[in-house]
């Protein structure tokens, strides 16, 4: 229950408490930002090579890699089987989002439109190539007050295995545009450091390559070089090759005395500690705290909840302090 009352709180926040008009239907944004239409979310590109698909708050786009990363392969190294692909990132789900619980990554709509142009993309990018992507799409059963959403990631194939970076996951977006005119950039996930800090992902047959980063992961897939996935391990110590023992000394008869001094005994090595990877930092801070309390007054306002609702409601979060 508690889980639950979080989930709607946390879910109407995105919302900034706004429902959508009555009988309007699908709620049309492009009013907002008749500029960023076609453009929308792409932000600035300089490293942009080619877009394979292209759209309103979605695209598939292959771009210069980033600066000091190692090699992808190389085409035709991985042209992955689109249902596999499908498979698997249907499994995808988002752990620490603001709708609470373990939610899919994608919607099937998301997925309907980025995986036939992102089997094109993997199947062309050369090794010095990123894919950038950005899906965007109506989520759960808050998705009518929560407006759209939208996803964004960076992919590539090394090592036999396809990387998913993520960037954004699950950005409510068009009640943001409706209250500033403003459409962040659906910026992809990095190497050197995750976007958001709260974003992890997880599935079936998946791991995390970098060990802290959960913004991160990495599968096998049918059409790519199959290597076996291995789950990251810091500071472990290095398998020394084993050699053969040396012969003992022959001991001749006139020299075999003896003796009261031994030769001392090295300490046998120990190995090296295992490094903790660093806490998920805690998605319960005093702002996000704020937020909740703020929402739960807006979602009053509105008659979305009853006043018995309300009190139970915030006396959970409060309690929860």
């Known amino acids: 229950m508690r889980i639950r009352i979080l989930s709607v709180l946390l879910a109407a926040m995105l ?6 008009r009555a009988g309007s239907g699908e709620p049309d944004i492009t009013a907002a930002f008749p500029n960023q239409v076609v453009n929308g979310g792409e932000g600035s590109t300089p490293g942009l090579r080619y877009y394979v698909q292209r759209s309103a708050y979605a695209f598939v786009r292959v771009q210069q890699i980033e600066d000091g990363a190692p090699p992808n392969d190389a085409p035709p190294a991985c042209a992955p089987d689109a249902a596999a692909l ?17 939610p899919p990554l994608f919607t099937p709509a998301e997925l309907d439109t980025l995986v036939p142009p992102l089997v094109q993309a993997l199947s ?6 990123d894919i950038a992507i950005a899906t965007s799409g109506r989520r759960g059963e808050l998705g009518r007050y929560l407006g759209l959403s939208a996803n964004s990631a960076r992919v590539f194939a090394r090592g036999g295995q396809l990387n998913l970076i993520a960037g954004l996951v699950h950005y409510g977006f068009e009640q943001e545009v409706r209250a500033s005119s403003y459409l962040r950039p659906f910026t992809p996930g990095a190497r050197k450091a995750a976007l958001d800090r709260f974003a992890a992902i997880d599935g079936a047959a998946v791991t995390h390559p970098v060990a802290g980063r959960e913004d991160w992961v990495a599968f096998a897939l049918p059409g790519c070089a199959v290597a076996a996935p291995v789950a990251p391990v810091v500071g472990a110590p290095v398998n020394a090759p084993v050699s053969a023992p040396p012969a003992p000394p022959t001991v001749s008869p006139s020299s075999a005395q003896p003796s009261s001094a031994q030769p001392p005994v090295p300490p046998a090595a120990q190995p090296a500690p295992i490094a903790t990877p660093p806490a998920a930092p805690s998605a319960d801070t005093p702002e996000r705290i704020e937020q909740r309390l703020r929402t739960l007054e807006c979602l009053r306002e509105q008659r979305l909840i009853s006043d018995d609702e309300y009190r139970a409601k915030r006396r959970a979060i409060l309690d929860a302090l």
């Open 15 to 20: 919302a900034g408490c706004a429902a959508p």
């Open 124 to 129: 062309a990018a050369k090794p010095d190539e």
């Open 86 to 102: 499908r498979a698997t990132l249907a499994g995808l789900r988002t752990r620490g989002g603001m709708l609470g619980g373990e």
